[in-house]
């Protein structure tokens, strides 16, 4: 590994089955940092909780309309190891139940201290206090999951100094 590589920030998106919501974080986080010119700084990947989607590509819907929007959401999904806590610098989570299980896997407080919510950068969504799973609706929930996550993940560009 390299100096350039071991000083890159490693941000992990988590969502339950990685096949909407975090995948389309990841699709989001790549796009804007792709677009400020600071991909090198960053190592970006995301998981779900759960394995029943390994391998495959992200729901239909979420890479159409990350697609309208110009973000390639076209991430295989993995499951999120216990490895990853010491691998990844920062990992951002959904929603509650999300934060509630994989903080429950953290061996240390160190690792568990790794894990944040998305809401907690939404700077034009004040009142919302998760990304809610779009895969159970329709359009407008899709629409509004990747307003979220555009507006999480905004904040945390700004939070890192990269706005």
Same mark, same amino acid.
């Given at each position: ?42 190592? #970006?990947?995301? @998981?779900?909780?759960?394995?029943? %989607? ?11 309309? =990350? /697609? ?47 894990? #944040?919510?998305? @809401?907690?950068?939404?700077?034009? %969504? ?11 609706? =329709? /359009? ?24």
């Amino acid at each position: 590994m390299n100096s350039k590589t071991a000083a890159r920030t490693k941000i992990l998106f988590i969502c339950l089955g990685n096949i909407c919501r975090s995948p389309a974080a990841h699709a989001v986080f790549q796009k804007k940092i792709d677009d400020r010119g600071l991909s090198e700084r960053f190592e #970006v990947d995301s @998981a779900g909780i759960g394995n029943w %989607h390994v391998g495959q590509l992200p729901d239909r819907r979420m890479r159409e309309y =990350g /697609a309208r929007r110009g973000y390639q959401v076209n991430h295989h999904a993995r499951q999120f190891q216990t490895s990853d806590f010491k691998h990844f610098d920062r990992i951002v989570v959904m929603d509650e139940d999300n934060y509630r299980i994989i903080t429950s896997k953290a061996s240390s407080d160190e690792e568990a201290g790794k894990v #944040v919510r998305m @809401a907690d950068f939404f700077t034009s %969504h004040p009142r919302a206090t998760s990304v809610p799973d779009p895969y159970y609706g =329709g /359009a407008e929930d899709f629409e509004l999951a990747l307003d979220l996550i555009e507006d999480g993940v905004e904040g945390m560009l700004k939070e890192m100094g990269e706005e």
